[in-house]
Nanobody, 123 residues
Framework: QVQLVESGGGLVQAGGSLRLSCVAS????????MGWFRQAPGKEREFVAV????????FYANSVKGRFTISRDNTNNTVLLQMNWLKREDTATYYC????????????????WGQGTQVTVSS
């Protein structure tokens, strides 16, 4: 099993930046695909970004493409989400997730989830 802990959320003005971190416990971190999802009040959880387990290939939701960057550090069991040029509509609780398999963008395909970290972008 994998335990995930997110950090780095906070309050930022539109146009600003935040970097979210997710630290995983246990071994075999490099075998897991890692994803970021977000959920705003009254909305369903939506895909943000994913990074593959083998060659660190990435894929992004259209809404964040060009602004967000996902990366991973397998030595330190960490996945990062660098968020630049933040918009009001980016406000949400952000979750990291892990799955033992190939990259997917459906939340229900991920086995492990963190507690979430709140990102609030002021207008």
């Amino acid at each position: 099993q994998v335990q995930l802990v997110e950090s780095g959320g906070g309050l930022v003005q539109a146009g600003g930046s935040l970097r979210l971190s997710c630290v995983a416990s246990g071994s075999a971190f490099s075998r897991y695909t890692m994803g970021w999802f977000r959920q705003a009040p009254g909305k369903e959880r939506e895909f943000v970004a994913v990074i593959s387990r083998a060659d660190s290939r990435t894929f992004y939701a259209n809404s964040v493409k060009g602004r967000f960057t996902i990366s991973r550090d397998n030595t330190n069991n960490t996945v990062l989400l660098q968020m630049n040029w933040l918009k009001r509509e980016d406000t949400a609780t952000y979750y990291c997730a892990a799955r033992y398999g190939s990259s997917r963008n459906e939340a229900n395909q991920y086995e492990y989830w963190g507690q979430g970290t709140q990102v609030t972008v002021s207008s």
